[in-house]
């Protein structure tokens, strides 16, 4: 079969599709036929040989992707051979090998499809999709909130204004350049803007029209995270879950001295939770198969083109999730 390997760390050119033996499934492991892998700006990280992430850097040479939809084609010893020939997604973990034709999942990673749903969208919600549940469940969102999203264009991003909205709060969606701004429009924002025009904050400021940012939901770091967090009002609440651009971003002494809160630990949160991950990965694909939100995927990559979908992650030029398809 073909997969995407990475010999060593380093530049996006470092993944090269390589033809390698099928994988053959362990004790409670299955084999599932890749219709589609997504790619996340974890992925980029790890790539990069960047320590500090939230996974141990992967002994070489490695097979990337940890989120993948297909169809089971075999299973190992232990597993129901009734899975075999279903439509499944799953997030692999800390495992890797999804950029491939092939991949292996533990059968207790599994969920079936839901029904007229593609494998391009089934990846959206597995990882991205549980990540937008575990944050709104942190943020505790109320009809009356006033709710900021950065990169709202973005896969997180596009799932949190819709769902925002689904619970009556006030909808800001901020992103980067006009065409991603359109994007977050069509989402049903009641307010889109471009935070790569200067004085945005005013913009937004005005916009509101005296009403106050009461949770935002950050996504950037450095000059943009400072921005968003200057907008919020006394007393409100920021879930942060990125840095996207620069370095991260924290609430000032004296933003805490008026009452602001910082929603820290996101990973712990979600990982304690009661229910855990899968309850969150069935929550956000049933969210998705009734229709009460819409993965938004945008460009689809072949796997020779797996470097090319790094840089777009990596450049910020991409819509939506980024998907590959072998």
């Known amino acids: 079969m073909r997969a995407v390997r990475m010999h060593q760390f380093g530049p996006a050119e470092n993944l090269v599709v ?178 790569e025009r200067p004085g945005w904050e005013e913009r937004v400021r005005q916009a509101l029209d005296g009403r106050e940012v009461s949770v935002v939901l950050l996504a950037v770091g450095d000059d943009l995270g400072r921005g968003a967090l200057s907008l919020l009002g006394d007393g409100g609440r920021v879930v942060a879950y990125g840095w996207s651009g620069g370095e991260p971003v924290h609430l000032t002494h004296d933003q805490l001295a008026r009452g602001m809160v910082e929603i820290g630990d996101l990973g712990r949160r979600i990982m304690g939770r009661p229910g855990g991950m899968r309850d969150l990965e069935e929550l956000a694909l049933g969210a998705a198969g009734w229709h009460e939100v819409h993965p938004l995927v945008g460009q689809v990559f072949r796997l020779e083109e797996a470097a090319a979908a790094h840089r777009a992650v990596e450049g910020r030029d991409t819509v939506g999730k980024t998907v590959l398809r072998p």
């Open 18 to 195: 390589d033809e390698v033996p099928d994988p053959e499934p362990g004790p409670d492991q299955v084999r599932v036929r890749v219709e589609a892998a997504g790619v996340h700006v974890l992925d980029t990280v790890i790539r990069s040989g960047a320590d500090g992430g939230p996974f141990p850097l992967p002994d070489l040479p490695t097979v990337p992707g940890r989120e993948v939809a297909g169809v089971v084609d075999a299973v190992g010893d232990g597993v129901d051979p009734a899975w075999v020939g279903r439509r499944v997604v799953a997030h692999l973990g800390m495992a890797s090998g999804g950029y491939a034709e092939a991949a292996l999942a533990p059968v207790t990673s599994l969920h079936t499809v839901p029904s007229g749903m593609g494998p391009e969208e089934a990846v959206a919600m597995i990882g991205t999709g549980r990540t937008t549940f575990g944050i709104l469940e942190a943020a505790e969102l109320r009809p009356s909130d006033v709710v900021l999203v950065t990169a709202a264009a973005g896969g997180l991003g596009s799932l949190l204004v819709q769902a925002a909205r689904r619970t009556g709060a006030m909808v800001v969606g901020v992103a980067g350049g006009p065409h991603k701004v359109q994007v977050v429009r069509d989402l049903d924002a009641d307010l889109a803007l471009d935070y």
